[in-house]
């Protein structure tokens, strides 16, 4: 059975899409924190919008503009349609990751690997998270930075996308979908 098709049959299981889709939402939450598009702060309500042709505007090699922004009491949101694209991405991959770890983690006999291998496999997850807030980091900290290190940086999100596929694929080869209770 093939890595999508055994994918598929384990988020036919109401709980694992719930996990997935819940780890998968908290994680493009805090995404979108790191990237400054969630803030803290705010008065009123009010709603602010640009011209649409601004979202393809980069603000850093993966982040893009805004082109809209919510004001809530104390909550400021900052709409960038490709932002929350490439968030979605890596947060599905993040939550079908950690689901599957998971199924490693308390279904052992579901899957060859042992349990600190099945947690070991969720580090791929992490990266993508340190891939978006690491530069806002070394700024915040004001540490110099030579340009090959903040060209590093550029790379890691899509290196962070590869390898959690990577390890998606890894994991669901060594997954027996039939020893994993509905």
Sequence with gaps: MTALRKLKNILRIPFYRWLTAGLG?????????????????????????????????????????????????????????????????????VGLNLAITYIAFKQPKACSFNRSTGILASLPALLAGGACCAPAIILIL???????????????????????????????????????PA
């Design 25 to 93: 939402g908290l994680y493009l939450i805090l995404f979108l924190i790191a990237l400054q598009n969630i803030s803290l702060g705010g008065r009123g309500f009010q709603v602010l919008s640009t011209d649409w042709t601004r979202m393809f505007d980069r603000t850093a090699t993966f982040t893009f503009e805004a082109i809209a922004q919510i004001t809530l009491p104390g909550l400021t949101i900052l709409i960038s349609p490709i932002n929350i694209l490439i968030g979605s991405i890596i947060s599905l991959l």
């Design 142 to 180: 004001g540490i110099q930075v030579s340009s090959m290190f903040i060209t590093v940086f550029q790379i890691l999100i899509p290196v962070a996308i590869v390898l959690l596929v990577v390890t998606l694929k890894l994991i669901l080869d060594r997954t027996n979908i039939e020893l994993i």
